[in-house]
Structures are given as C-alpha cells and as structure tokens.
C-alpha cells in the first residue's frame, strides 16, 4: 500500500469532504478494516458519492487488490446494471443507508462501523487493476477502462514533477469522485503526495473561496462560474496553482481569471485511458488556448487519417497519439475495442485532433468523431443517449450531437423522429428514467425525418 499512497500513519488531518475529516491514522485505520471485509473479491463496486466513506471505500480496495469501480451515484438504472454486470463486482461499498438496493444488486457492505483489522496484507503488484472506470465510447454501453497501480503511481509523480506538487499544498477541489480528474488526481494524488485534501462538496464558487487550498483543480465550467463571482474569484489570489482540465478552456475564461485571481491557469490534457499526459508546468509558460507539453515519460506524435505522419509545425492538425507508462490495460471484456484504439506498435489513439508547435507546445483543435460530447467536463457518447431515447415506444429515429454552450462547453442536442403526442419533455424525462443526470439532452428538436447519406447513415453534420 505504501507504495502507490505513503505512509499510513499520521494525526494531522489528510482528507476533509464537505466538512467533515480524517488524519491519515483514522483514513488507513478505517481502509484495512474494509480491505480485511472485501480481501480475495474479484472486484468491488462503490456507491461513489463525494464522501469521506467514498475515500475510505476506495482506499480499502486498493489495500486489499481488489479492483474498485467507482458507480457514479446518480446513475440510471441501465447504466447502473451495465456497470455492475460488466465488471462482475461481487460487493458494493457505501456509507451506512446510503444505497437502496435493487433485486439483482450485489450484497451491500456499509463502509461504517467495520471492525479494526489486525490482518496487514502484502501489497499488491504494480501491474494489477487498481480501477476500472466506465466511460463512454461513441455507441452503446460505456466501457470499463482498466487503471493499473503502476499507471496511476507514473501519472501521479509526473504531474508532482510538472506541478512542484508537495505536502506543503492543499488540494482544493469538489469535482466527483468516480472520475479521473476528481479520484485519481483529487484523491489518490493528494494521499501520494502527501498535501491535505479540501474537497467542498459540490464546486460551488464560495466553497473554493473558503476552501483554503493551494492547489486548486476544476473542469473549465468550475472556473467560468467562478469568473461570475468575482468576490469568490478574487479570494484564490494566494493560491499557488490554478489547474483547468477534461474540456477545452476557453480563452476569454483564461484571461478573466488571471485578472481576477492574478493567476495564469495551469491547463492540462488527459483522458480516462490515458490518465493526464500533457500539461504547462508550475515553473513555466501558460498559454491560452494551449495544454502544455508531454509529461516526463509521456511521447506524442500526430497521425493523418491514413496514419502517416503530421508535421509539428504549430498548424497542421493531426490525430493526437500518446505512448505513456500510464497507458491503461484494455477496456474490460473487450478485447476488439482495445486492440482497435492502439497502433500495432502501442500508440494510443485518443480520438483528439490536435497540433503540436517546434516547441512542443500542443494545441487541442477538436475530436475526430461527433460522437464524443463534452458537457461540464463530462464525456457523453451520443449513442448511448440515442439508445435510451429509442427505448421510448413513440421514438422512431434519433440522433444526438453536442451543440455549443455558454456554461457547460457543449450540451446533449436531441434530433427526434417519434409519434404524435410525443414531448420534448417526456423524452427528457424517459432518458433522465435510464441514465445519469448530465446524459439528458437539454434540447430536443422533433423533425420529420433525419438527414441521410446514399447508405441511409444519419449525416450529424447537417443537423444543428
Ligand atoms: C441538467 N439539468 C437539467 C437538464 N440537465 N434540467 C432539465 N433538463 C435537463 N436536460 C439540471 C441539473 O439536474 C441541475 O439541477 C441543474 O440543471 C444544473 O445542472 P448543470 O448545469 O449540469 O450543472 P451542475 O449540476 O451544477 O454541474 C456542473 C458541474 C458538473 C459541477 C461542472 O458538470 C461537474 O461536476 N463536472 C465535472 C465532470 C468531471 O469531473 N469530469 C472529469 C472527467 P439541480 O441543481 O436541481 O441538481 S475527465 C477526466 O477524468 C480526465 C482524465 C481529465 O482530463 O480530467
Ligand atoms: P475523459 O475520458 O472523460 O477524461 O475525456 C477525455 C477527453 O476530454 C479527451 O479525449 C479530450 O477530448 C477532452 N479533454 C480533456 N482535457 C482537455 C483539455 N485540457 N482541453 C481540451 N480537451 C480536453
């Protein structure tokens, strides 16, 4: 255990969630009585609220070896039962009375109360599953993206490097915790690192204000809503750091904040499978409009469509592909979807259109597919969405695309074709009944027909 989070002892408090905290004693203390519960378990899945239980769930797991999988706590039901029967969790973690079980749910282990453990077990290895996070591809179900210890521990102390990220920081942040951004970076990189955690509860401006961090992380949304309360904006001037990332920063976001708090925010680029792999550094340049350079140990290149290569000349664009020690092991169960997202010679292909300058400074340009949606910092497959609508008896056809967004970056855009009678309102409502909250389109255009190819293939591009 020592390996991946440090030492396991200490009074001062380590982790604190919307008011209520933990020395690193009472975390560890109270993660081996759940590692002592769940030991020899294929995988757990946890009732991922932000909550200290939610830490102290995941920090058992990963005592134990036992790969977690964060359950987002507002999940629908489809998405729910896809997550648990993809992964073969056999136990899920939550705080006492916090999950409701369903018939076919595994038994429920409350995270409280739990006896002490007198049993140390042998830490795991390197290469075994620490996480699997679900996430969504451009059809069907999310996938379950194997995180090995080795990868996050890489991940982790590359972003430490870049970011003189030590014990002397407070990380401040509320991002969930069933993400990378909010779990592995916000949780498991303050235990490693060995800083204090500040999580507010929900990214509220005021609660970053009174958080007290050094560090502070948010999706762009967090820092635009943060711009629009320049009373909460102006109280981070005394952090160190400011670090937007999971969606694009707008520009003029980047410049009110830096007038309002006198910080150049930190941009960083990742993704689920790839955990953060470029980034601006603490001793260096911040560019708007930029995600910073490769993190030691990271190698980027750009491919055309026909995979050969695209000069870094600061304007071509090209698909970004990453080769890193915080590669992820494979999507769960799906061996053709792994094997299709790496080159022959294990290049990741993420999907992004990017260009890389001589410098090495990287541009995100947009993603190869309309498929992928960004909305809050939440990535949405527009297939999954289009499958809930269609379970809907009066849906015929629909198609989903992510439209621009003053707040959120992008929103879930609905093209229905379905019965008379059929409301916008009601089909909200019917994909709100399957999936999480943030999955719900925020407009749906009913149409008489969908715009097709020769093929009968829905052309996305002439929607909107
Ligand atoms: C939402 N609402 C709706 C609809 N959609 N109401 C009616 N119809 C709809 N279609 C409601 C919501 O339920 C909510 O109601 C209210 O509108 C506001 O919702 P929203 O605008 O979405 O804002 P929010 O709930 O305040 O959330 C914004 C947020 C959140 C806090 C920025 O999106 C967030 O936590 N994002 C972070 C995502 C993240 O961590 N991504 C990391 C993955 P009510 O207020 O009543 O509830 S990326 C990653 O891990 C990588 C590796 C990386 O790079 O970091
Ligand atoms: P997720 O797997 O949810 O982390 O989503 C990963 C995707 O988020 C990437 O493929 C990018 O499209 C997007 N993304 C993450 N960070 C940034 C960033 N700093 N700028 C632009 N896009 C980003």
Not at 140 to 164: C, F, N
């Amino acid at each position: 255990m020592t390996d991946l989070l440090g030492g396991e002892t200490g009074a001062d408090e380590a982790v604190r969630v919307d008011g209520r905290g933990l020395s690193r004693a009472e975390l560890f203390g109270r993660a081996s009585a759940v590692a002592a519960e769940i030991a020899g378990a294929g995988a757990v899945a946890v009732h991922a609220t932000a909550s200290l239980e939610t830490i102290v769930a995941v920090v058992g797991g990963l005592t134990a070896g036992v790969p977690v999988v964060p359950l987002p706590p507002d999940s629908g039901p489809d998405e729910r039962a896809h997550i648990l029967g993809d992964s073969g969790a056999s136990l899920l973690l939550a705080a006492e009375g916090a999950y409701e079980p369903g018939p076919s749910d595994p038994p429920v282990v409350p995270v409280d109360g739990l006896p002490a453990s007198g049993t140390t077990l042998a830490p795991p290895p390197g290469d075994a599953t620490a996480l699997i996070l679900y996430t969504s591809g451009t059809t069907g179900a999310p996938k379950g993206v194997l995180i090995s210890r080795d990868a996050i521990a890489a991940g982790l102390d590359a972003l430490a490097e870049a970011w003189a990220w030590t014990p002397d920081d407070v990380v401040a942040h509320g991002l969930p915790l069933f993400h990378v951004h909010g779990l592995v970076l916000g949780v498991l990189g303050a235990l490693r690192a060995g800083s204090p955690l500040v999580h507010t509860g929900r990214p509220r401006p005021e609660a970053y204000a009174a958080a007290g961090g050094s560090l502070y992380f948010g999706v762009p949304t967090v820092w635009s809503r943060l711009c629009d309360d320049p009373g909460s904006a102006r109280a981070l001037a005394g952090a160190r750091l400011l670090v937007s990332g999971s969606a694009p920063l707008p520009v003029p976001v980047f410049e009110r904040l830096a007038a309002l708090t006198g910080h150049r925010p930190v941009e960083r680029y990742g993704m689920t499978e790839t955990l953060i792999t470029i980034s601006a550094r603490a001793d260096g340049d911040r560019r708007p409009g930029h995600v910073g350079t490769p993190l030691t140990g990271v190698e980027t290149r750009l491919a055309a469509e026909d995979g050969s290569p695209v000069p870094h000349d600061g304007e071509t664009p090209g698909e970004l592909l990453v080769r890193s020690p915080t590669l992820f092991g494979g999507y769960l169960n799906r061996p053709e979807a792994t094997a299709a997202s790496l080159t022959p010679d294990g290049w990741f292909r993420t999907g992004d259109i990017a260009a890389i300058g001589p410098d090495g400074w990287h541009r995100i340009v947009g993603r190869a597919s309309t498929d992928l949606i960004k909305s809050g910092g939440y990535r949405i497959g527009a297939g999954e969405v289009e499958n809930a609508l269609l379970a809907h008896p009066g849906v015929r056809e629909a198609a989903v695309i992510g439209t621009p967004h003053a707040d959120l970056g992008e929103q879930v855009t609905a093209y229905v074709v379905a019965d008379a009678g059929v409301t916008e309102r009601a089909l909200i409502d019917a994909v709100a009944g399957r999936l999480s909250a943030h999955k719900r389109p925020r407009a749906v255009h009913l149409v008489e027909s969908l715009p097709r190819n020769a093929m009968g293939k829905v052309v996305k591009t002439r929607l909107g």
